[in-house]
Every structure is written in C-alpha cells, then in structure tokens.
C-alpha cells in the first residue's frame, strides 16, 4: 500500500470514529465522575481503556485504534527495517541506494515508535484532564519552608 493509501485509510478510520454518534441523555450528562487515578491506571495500562471505563467512548476508540495503528506500524516497519539491513549486508553492488534504503526503514521504526508512545501519553494526559479529583487529604501543613509537612492522601477508585 502506498503512503498516500495507508493515509487515506487512516483519515478514514478516523473520521468514522470521530464522527460516531454520541447520544448523550439527560442521565449521562449527570453521571457521576470517575477518578483521575482511576482512569489514568487503566490508560497507562492499555490506551482507551480508561476512557471507555469514564463512558467516552469515541476517546475509547480512538485512542484505542491509534495505539493498535502504531503497533502495527512498528511491527512492519521493524520487519521492513530488518529486509533492507540484510539487503545492504549482503549486496555485491549498489551499496548506496541499499544503504538509504536501510536508513528510511530505520526512520520510519522511530517515527512509528513515536507516534505510538505519544497517543498512549496524551490517552493517559486526557484521563488526568477529564476525571475529578477524588482524592481526600487529611493532616497538616506547616507553614515554616524549612519544616516537613504530613499530608495523607486516600484515592477511591
């Protein structure tokens, strides 16, 4: 498949994700908020997860199908990679061009591995965004700079 190709299907499977309708009823639009704790673990965990456990289901998928997306990528083109490199290693002529060959390839791993590491950030950036603060603090706080503070914190989940 050709870049401009996978970038059509990737613009498609976006918009239809993207696009997917939302219905938000009274009942969910008063629906009890998940904790940022709570949803930031489950993102950590598997991109989109913490997202369709906060009952954003379009965030769910699209993060979800983005991480999917860039492992994918990163499986192929690591395997693209691996061809060029023996490619170059075992070629009697035409050193260059296998060499550049074998560079694209390796760029492309790290741009994939990019992409993918930034959708599972921004996947645990928008739990942290998007969940309440449940947390209960209990102690004190000194207000001498010099002198330690004792701060307990509970999270439910």
Excluded at 11 to 31: D, E, Q, R, T, W
Excluded at 66 to 83: E, H, M, R
Excluded at 85 to 90: E, F, G, K, S
Excluded at 108 to 128: E, N, R
Aim: positive net charge; aromatic residues 10%; contains cysteine.
């Amino acid at each position: 498949m050709h870049k401009k190709g996978i970038t059509s299907v990737f613009a498609a499977l976006l918009a239809v994700f993207v696009l997917l309708p939302c219905g938000i009823s009274a009942a969910a639009a008063h629906k009890e908020q998940k904790s940022k704790a709570g949803i930031m673990w489950r993102s950590a965990l598997i991109p989109g997860m913490g997202q369709f456990y906060n009952d954003e289901k379009a965030k769910g998928y699209i993060y979800s199908l983005g991480f999917l997306a860039g492992t994918s990528a990163i499986i192929k083109y690591t395997l693209d990679q691996q061809s060029a490199v023996d490619a170059y290693m075992n070629a009697n002529t035409g050193f260059d061009e296998k060499y550049r060959a074998a560079e694209e390839a390796n760029i492309k791993v790290y741009i994939a591995i990019g992409t993918t590491a930034l959708v599972w950030g921004l996947s645990i950036l928008d739990g942290y965004l998007t969940g309440s603060d449940n947390t209960k603090r209990i102690g004190f706080i000194m207000p001498d700079k010099n002198t330690a503070a004792l701060t307990v914190s509970a999270v439910r989940f």
